[in-house]
């Protein structure tokens, strides 16, 4: 059974920059996609991020250029998040191969 564990979140500033982490455990294979979505408030739940073990990627409109998702090994992913705005706010999910994380919540607010 693989487990996902995100770390990360917390309370920054408009302008201010995070970084989430996220580990699979119970996984000897690798993982293959790696995701990154978000849930504000209200609203439903919108992928951020994406990268494929063959190296491609996307990105969500609005981070694009902010946000950057990276690859550690066989089973970490990160979100680096740069330039953050108020509406980034959200919680913050990792999925690695239809595996989801418990979800680290981001609010950017001053």
């Known amino acids: 059974q693989i487990q996902i564990a995100e770390s990360g979140g917390g309370l920054v500033q408009p302008g201010g920059s995070l970084k989430l982490s996220c580990v699979a455990s119970?996984?000897?294979?690798?993982?293959?996609?790696m995701m990154w979505w978000r849930q504000a408030p209200g609203s439903q739940r919108e992928l951020v991020a994406r990268?494929?073990?063959?190296?491609?990627t996307f990105y969500h409109d609005s981070v694009k250029g902010r946000f950057t998702i990276t690859r550690e090994g066989e089973n970490t992913s990160h979100l680096q998040m740069t330039d953050l705005k108020p509406t980034d706010t959200a919680v913050y999910y990792c999925?690695?191969?239809?595996?989801w994380g418990q979800g680290t919540e981001v609010t950017v607010s001053s």
């Open positions: 119970g996984n000897s294979l690798g993982i293959n996609i």
């Open positions: 990268s494929t073990r063959v190296g491609s």
């Open positions: 999925n690695h191969d239809g595996y």
